[in-house]
């Protein structure tokens, strides 16, 4: 009876290990694997609930789904972009912890990255602030197209730390859409499972939507 308890929680302990490895980083993780567009799979060309065919496709079976790559998406721009239009978003942004997340990993003493390098079990050699294993959570669109890191210091800068395109999705197009296509072109359905990209439960284990949301989303101003 005790074995049987035993190898019951061995293999709960186990699914949990792998639905968590899964759920860091499964959204932006398709475009990495695949190289294709976000656009390829998802109608909005920033992500979001809407997929294509192909989307569709990879949902109910990644490893038959043939994704087209040849798809022209839309690419990380930096937030000083989204700051020309939505100066009182910025604003209320840089209040937010989020525009601080690259200081502090260059801020973190060594106890601190290793007891989160312990968190996360992955080894830590060099500055945090230069280990891929710390940076893509700290960042915005890493690795993707347009996205951190970028040979342009200026726009290198405006990827660093968690701005608006980690929530709203790359801003290529919407920044140079006609005024009736800009809605289409940014995605504004941000849900639990984008924040829980980064906030995994070892990263963030008390983290809880409707609470996180009211700290570490600007101001959202009533529509009207
Ligand atoms: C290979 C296809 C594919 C690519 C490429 C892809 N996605 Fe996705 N994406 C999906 C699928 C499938 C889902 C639904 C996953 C699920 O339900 O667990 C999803 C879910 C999402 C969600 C969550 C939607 C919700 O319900 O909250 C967001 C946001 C998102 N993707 C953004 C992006 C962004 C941004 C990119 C480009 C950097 C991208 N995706 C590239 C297939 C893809
Ligand atoms: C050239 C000006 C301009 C720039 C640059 C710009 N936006 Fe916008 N954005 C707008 C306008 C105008 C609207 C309102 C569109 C409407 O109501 O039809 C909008 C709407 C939005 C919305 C709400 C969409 C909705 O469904 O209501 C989001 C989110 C957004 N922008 C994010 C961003 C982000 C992120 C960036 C940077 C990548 C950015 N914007 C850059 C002009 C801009
Ligand atoms: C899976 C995404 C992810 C990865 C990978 C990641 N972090 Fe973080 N980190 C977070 C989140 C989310 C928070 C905020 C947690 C909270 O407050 O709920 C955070 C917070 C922090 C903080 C701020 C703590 C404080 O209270 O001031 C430091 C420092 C930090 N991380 C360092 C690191 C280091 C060092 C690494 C690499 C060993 C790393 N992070 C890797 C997501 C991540
Ligand atoms: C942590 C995630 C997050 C980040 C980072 C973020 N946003 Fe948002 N944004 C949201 C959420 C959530 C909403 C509300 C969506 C809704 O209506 O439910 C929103 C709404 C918006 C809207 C539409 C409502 C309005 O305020 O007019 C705009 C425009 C916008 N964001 C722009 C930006 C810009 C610009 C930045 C960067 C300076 C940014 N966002 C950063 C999560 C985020
Ligand atoms: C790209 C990764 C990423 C995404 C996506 C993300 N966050 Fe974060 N978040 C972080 C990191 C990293 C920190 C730690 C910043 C610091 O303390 O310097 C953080 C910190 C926070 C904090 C401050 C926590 C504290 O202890 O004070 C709140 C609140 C928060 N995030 C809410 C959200 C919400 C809500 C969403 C989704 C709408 C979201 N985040 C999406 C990475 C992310």
Request: charged share 20%; with cysteine.
């Amino acid at each position: 009876m005790r074995r049987a308890i035993s190898l019951a929680a061995f293999l709960a302990v186990g699914a949990w290990v792998v639905f968590v490895t899964h759920q860091v980083w499964a959204v932006p993780r398709f475009a990495r694997e695949t190289k294709a567009a976000c656009a390829a799979c998802h109608t909005n060309p920033a992500g979001g609930a809407d997929l294509t065919g192909a989307g569709k496709a990879y949902q109910a079976d990644a490893a038959k789904a043939t994704v087209p790559t040849d798809v022209k998406g839309a690419e990380y721009v930096g937030s000083n972009k989204c700051r020309m239009c939505h100066l009182r978003e910025y604003r209320s942004w840089q209040a937010t912890r989020h525009a601080g997340a690259f200081a502090a990993l260059e801020k973190a003493d060594t106890s601190v990255v290793a007891q989160m390098a312990a968190k996360l079990k992955v080894e830590v050699t060099g500055p945090a602030s230069q280990e891929d294993a710390c940076v893509q959570c700290h960042v915005t669109g890493f690795q993707l197209a347009g996205g951190f890191p970028a040979a342009d210091s200026t726009k290198n800068a405006a990827l660093m730390n968690v701005t608006c395109e980690a929530c709203h999705g790359p801003g290529g197009k919407h920044v140079f859409a006609k005024a009736e296509d800009r809605k289409k072109m940014i995605n504004r359905a941000v849900t639990a499972k984008l924040c829980t990209q980064c906030h995994t439960p070892e990263m963030s284990p008390k983290f809880k939507f409707d609470e996180y949301k009211k700290l570490g989303v600007h101001a959202v101003p009533k529509a009207g």
